[in-house]
């Protein structure tokens, strides 16, 4: 296998491949190619090979399905297509229907001109950046990827049970001696994957459904208006419906958003704190580490620190967070924007998960989810995008990083903190500004802008 080099990755990032449908990287062609390299860098032997394909509600959809499945029946792999399935769900049934890997089409929150490409192997673990190089490298030599003979092409099938495998292995993770015994529910979808497996899971559960949004997807409406991306719209729709709870999700249901009943958004430092801290009085913790990035709130820091814990931090990812989980053998892990990782049932972010543990741990203390919110106070938090074209070499001029020096310092003389990241889906930068003195973050803030701008 070749060795690619890390400055050669144009096509992957953060989280997969992600692009606009029909531009490049996201275009038929290229999506066949990554097919015939992921199927190239997978294969073992001469035994049969599959892969489980999965995809979300977007349009274009219809156009990178087959290209990928004619990508992999030319490698010789069987492909197993489940239609619309959140991310966790195909990382579930890559690992019980013994695949060589699981392909996820989404975008994930972004709008439905967008889509993507997510890889997990056979463990249903996503890939490390050293096995989407390889790939990557293969997608530029042609002469590796070595096509099945006629005789020995694959074949591909549709499941229709996909859904009902998911819903179970989601309801088998809620606490036995428990149910939702009539908890009155808002649920937002999204118009995405969650919608056909989401309502029946809360229902079946014993939840009261009070008042349902964004589970009528037509291919171009997903995230729009709805979803962790417009928490005002769950705010108001859990409010005016009096429900006990409402409950958000994105496009491939991996990243939850949780309000009160008076409307109150939970901060996502503060599900991964109260669901950390039910883990430890029920004795289910391992080890005493929580895993979350470098955006985590130093608030969050300094609860766990009172319970004995400790935060470790990764780079911004939920795939990160996994790989410091599996690393440390703990079993509770997050990001702030929502994505919550329980490694004893789920190998990814999984929102559907995180749901039941938030909804258990109400039922349990009979308290509503505005109590989240109690356990410490958020550090003040300032962030701000700034699109650039060429927005990771702008990072990498001598200038911009004494620039971004010198701005860190000066924060941190105040026990704050400034983070500079390019986004790893799209052309921009990231600037997030932490600490005590808000007007010193927004000084900092413009300060940071400007110079990204001047370069």
Same mark, same amino acid.
């Given at each position: 296998?070749?060795?690619?080099?890390?400055?050669?990755?144009?096509? +992957?990032?953060?989280? =997969?491949?992600?692009?606009?449908?029909?531009?490049?990287? !996201?275009?038929?062609?290229?999506?066949?190619?990554?097919?015939?390299?992921?199927?190239?860098? +997978?294969?073992?032997?001469?035994?049969?090979?599959?892969?489980?394909?999965?995809?979300?509600?977007?349009?274009?959809?219809?156009?990178?399905?087959?290209?990928?499945?004619?990508?992999?029946?030319?490698?010789?792999?069987?492909?197993?297509?489940?239609?619309?399935?959140?991310?966790?769900?195909?990382?579930?049934?890559?690992?019980?229907?013994?695949?060589?890997?699981?392909?996820?089409?989404?975008?994930?929150?972004?709008?439905?001109?967008?889509?993507?490409?997510?890889?997990?192997?056979?463990?249903?673990?996503?890939?490390?950046?050293?096995?989407?190089?390889?790939?990557?490298?293969?997608?530029?030599?042609?002469?590796?990827?070595?096509?099945?003979?006629?005789?020995?092409?694959?074949?591909?099938?549709?499941?229709?049970?996909?859904?009902?495998?998911?819903?179970?292995?989601?309801?088998?993770?809620?606490?036995?001696?428990?149910?939702?015994? =009539?908890?009155?529910?808002?649920?937002?979808?999204?118009?995405?994957?969650?919608?056909?497996?989401?309502?029946? !899971?809360?229902?079946?559960?014993?939840?009261?459904?009070?008042?349902?949004?964004?589970?009528?997807?037509?291919?171009?409406?997903?995230?729009?208006?709805?979803?962790?991306?417009?928490?005002?719209?769950?705010?108001?729709?859990?409010?005016?419906?009096?429900?006990? !709870?409402?409950?958000?999700?994105?496009?491939?249901?991996?990243?939850?958003?949780?309000?009160?009943?008076?409307?109150?958004?939970?901060? =996502?430092?503060?599900?991964?704190?109260?669901?950390?801290?039910?883990?430890?009085?029920?004795?289910?913790?391992?080890?005493?580490?929580?895993?979350?990035?470098?955006?985590?709130?130093?608030?969050?820091?300094?609860?766990?620190?009172?319970?004995?814990?400790?935060?470790?931090?990764?780079?911004?990812?939920?795939?990160?967070?996994?790989?410091?989980?599996?690393?440390?053998?703990?079993?509770?892990?997050?990001?702030?924007? =929502?994505?919550?990782?329980?490694?004893?049932?789920?190998?990814?972010?999984?929102?559907?998960?995180?749901?039941?543990?938030?909804?258990? !741990?109400?039922?349990?203390?009979?308290?509503?989810?505005?109590?989240?919110?109690?356990?410490?106070?958020?550090?003040?938090?300032?962030?701000?995008?700034?699109?650039?074209?060429?927005?990771?070499?702008?990072?990498?001029?001598?200038?911009?990083?004494?620039?971004?020096?010198?701005?860190?310092?000066?924060?941190?003389?105040?026990?704050?903190?400034?983070?500079?990241?390019?986004?790893?889906?799209?052309?921009?930068?990231?600037?997030?500004?932490?600490?005590?003195?808000?007007?010193?973050?927004?000084?900092?803030?413009?300060?940071?802008?400007?110079?990204?701008?001047?370069?």
């Amino acid at each position: 296998m070749t060795q690619a080099d890390a400055k050669s990755r144009r096509y +992957f990032g953060t989280d =997969g491949m992600r692009g606009t449908a029909n531009s490049s990287p !996201i275009t038929p062609g290229l999506v066949l190619c990554l097919a015939e390299s992921a199927a190239t860098f +997978f294969r073992k032997g001469k035994r049969r090979h599959r892969v489980v394909i999965g995809k979300d509600t977007r349009l274009s959809g219809y156009m990178l399905e087959p290209a990928l499945t004619a990508g992999f029946v030319s490698m010789g792999f069987d492909v197993t297509l489940v239609g619309p399935m959140p991310t966790p769900a195909v990382a579930m049934l890559t690992r019980s229907m013994r695949a060589d890997l699981g392909v996820v089409i989404s975008a994930s929150h972004n709008p439905y001109c967008d889509n993507g490409i997510k890889l997990f192997g056979a463990d249903g673990f996503k890939l490390d950046d050293h096995s989407e190089q390889e790939i990557e490298s293969l997608m530029h030599q042609e002469s590796l990827r070595k096509r099945a003979k006629p005789e020995r092409l694959g074949r591909a099938k549709r499941i229709e049970d996909a859904p009902g495998r998911y819903i179970e292995f989601v309801k088998n993770s809620f606490p036995r001696a428990l149910n939702l015994g =009539g908890l009155k529910i808002a649920l937002d979808c999204a118009n995405g994957a969650a919608y056909r497996v989401m309502p029946p !899971i809360l229902w079946e559960l014993g939840a009261n459904i009070v008042r349902q949004i964004g589970t009528s997807p037509d291919g171009t409406n997903i995230n729009k208006d709805r979803g962790v991306t417009s928490p005002s719209r769950i705010a108001e729709v859990t409010k005016s419906s009096n429900a006990d !709870i409402g409950i958000a999700v994105d496009g491939d249901a991996d990243r939850l958003l949780v309000v009160s009943s008076q409307g109150m958004i939970i901060d =996502g430092n503060h599900l991964l704190a109260a669901i950390t801290e039910q883990l430890q009085v029920s004795n289910e913790m391992r080890g005493d580490k929580v895993v979350s990035t470098i955006l985590a709130n130093l608030g969050l820091e300094r609860y766990l620190n009172g319970k004995n814990l400790q935060l470790l931090r990764t780079n911004v990812g939920d795939r990160y967070v996994v790989e410091r989980m599996r690393r440390e053998n703990c079993n509770i892990g997050g990001e702030p924007s =929502g994505h919550i990782v329980l490694g004893d049932y789920s190998t990814t972010g999984d929102a559907l998960l995180a749901a039941l543990q938030v909804c258990a !741990i109400v039922v349990r203390s009979g308290k509503s989810v505005d109590t989240f919110a109690k356990l410490f106070d958020l550090v003040p938090q300032r962030t701000l995008d700034v699109r650039l074209q060429n927005h990771k070499k702008v990072l990498e001029q001598d200038s911009i990083k004494r620039t971004i020096e010198q701005l860190q310092q000066r924060l941190s003389l105040q026990q704050g903190r400034l983070l500079v990241r390019p986004s790893g889906t799209e052309s921009v930068v990231r600037i997030m500004a932490e600490g005590e003195n808000e007007s010193l973050l927004i000084e900092t803030l413009e300060a940071t802008r400007c110079a990204l701008m001047a370069a």
